[in-house]
C-alpha cells in the first residue's frame, strides 16, 4: 500500500492551493483521512481529518480556509487565503484496511507548501 501525495508549490498570500492524495495497493477499505504538515523547527500537527462517514475536524489556525475531502481511495485538501505561517511540508495519512481484516496507518511521501508575503 501506498499513499501519494501532489500539489504542492509557491503561492502569495491569499493564493490557493488543491493538495491531493492517493492510495495504492491492496486495500480493502480505509478509515480516517487526513493531512499533517511540519514546518521547519517544529513538530508535525493535524490540519485536517475527515473520517469514513464524512465527518470533518479542521485545526483551529485553518477553519474557513481548508476543506478537506475525499473519494474512493483519495484524499484532498483545498488550500484558500493561504498565510505564511501555512508554510510547511504536508503529509496525508490514512487508516487502511488490508484483505487480512488488520488496520494499518499508512503516511505520504510530503509536499512543500511555501507562501509568499
Known amino acids: 500500500v501506498q499513499l501519494q501525495a501532489s500539489g504542492g508549490g509557491l503561492v502569495q498570500t491569499g493564493g490557493s492551493l488543491r493538495l491531493s492524495c492517493a492510495g495504492s495497493?491492496?486495500?480493502?477499505?480505509?478509515?480516517?483521512m487526513g493531512w499533517y504538515r511540519q514546518a521547519p523547527g517544529k513538530q508535525r500537527e493535524l490540519v485536517a481529518l475527515?473520517?469514513?462517514?464524512?465527518n470533518t475536524n479542521y485545526a483551529d489556525s485553518v477553519k474557513g480556509r481548508f476543506t478537506i475531502s475525499r473519494a474512493n481511495a483519495r484524499v484532498y485538501l483545498q488550500m484558500d487565503s493561504l498565510k505564511p505561517e501555512d508554510t510547511a511540508v504536508y503529509y496525508c495519512?490514512?487508516?487502511?484496511?488490508?484483505?487480512?481484516?488488520?488496520?494499518?496507518?499508512?503516511w505520504g511521501q510530503g509536499t512543500l507548501v511555501t507562501v509568499s508575503s
Open positions: 495519512n490514512a487508516r487502511i484496511r488490508s484483505y487480512s481484516y488488520t488496520y494499518t496507518t499508512y
Open positions: 495497493g491492496s486495500i480493502f477499505s480505509i478509515d480516517n
Open positions: 475527515i473520517t469514513s462517514d464524512g
